[in-house]
């Protein structure tokens, strides 16, 4: 099983470019989150999927969008990207049937310049 | 004042020395989660704990829920221990709210 994986690893993009961030889990999980992480903070949750089909705001939700494709998928749209986005991004996933504890992704590395 | 707050930020030790990692909240929470994050980013799950004590290999955690504070602590530490620790509570079911971290650098 290849747990969590997240696309791309690393992205440079200019000032209103769009991107999407990809994330699948394989462990058959019903709960999954996006979270950005910025040196001197702590992680901090921009949106999660209680379930497929459903779509809920986190902290820091302003500047992003999200789909929950499929069980499996779960990924994070940035539509006019902005400085303030360059973040360190995690994807994670729960057993929300059976288990509180996430398991993370590798993370993808953004630079908005 | 952060939700949760973790000390030390930074953490240097030699190896074989015992290690205490604090987490303090301020809010009521549903449980306690410490996390491992690795040099190369990844980040584990190491305890989920809503009372007293549990113990992983050479890893203790444990919680205090009146007081609201919660310790780590590594025994005999090793340079692969070399981390950063975050301390997350749980409200409800779904939201975890982070600490910034103890970075541990473990000296051989």
């Known amino acids: 099983n290849a747990g969590v994986t997240q696309t791309p690893k690393f992205q440079v993009l200019k000032t209103g470019q769009s991107m999407t961030l990809q994330c699948a889990q394989d462990m058959n999980h019903n709960s999954m989150y996006w979270y950005r992480q910025d040196p001197g903070m702590g992680l901090r949750l921009i949106y999660y999927?209680?379930?497929?089909?459903?779509?809920d705001k986190g902290e820091v939700p302003n500047g992003y969008n999200v789909s929950r494709l499929n069980k499996r998928e779960f990924s994070l749209r940035l539509e006019s990207a902005a400085p303030s986005q360059t973040s360190v991004y995690f994807c994670?996933?729960?057993?929300?049937?059976?288990?509180?504890?996430?398991?993370f992704g590798p993370g993808t590395r953004l630079t908005v310049t | 004042k952060n939700e949760v707050e973790q000390s030390p930020q930074n953490l240097t030790a030699q190896e074989g020395e015992f290690i205490t990692i604090n987490c303090s909240y301020s809010v009521g929470i549903s449980a306690l989660h410490w996390l491992q994050q690795h040099p190369g980013g990844g980040i584990v799950s190491l305890f989920m704990?809503?009372?007293g004590k549990k113990k992983h290999g050479r890893l203790i955690a444990t919680i205090n829920i009146q007081e609201k504070h919660s310790s780590l602590h590594i025994t005999a530490s090793h340079p692969r221990d070399s981390a950063v620790y975050i301390c997350?509570?749980?409200?409800?079911?779904?939201?975890?709210?982070f600490g910034k971290g103890t970075k541990l650098t473990v000296n051989p």
């Open positions: 704990l809503s009372s």
């Open positions: 994670a996933s729960r057993d929300s049937l059976s288990s509180y504890e996430q398991y």
């Open positions: 999927s209680a379930s497929e089909g459903t779509t």
């Open positions: 997350a509570v749980r409200r409800g079911s779904e939201k975890l709210v």
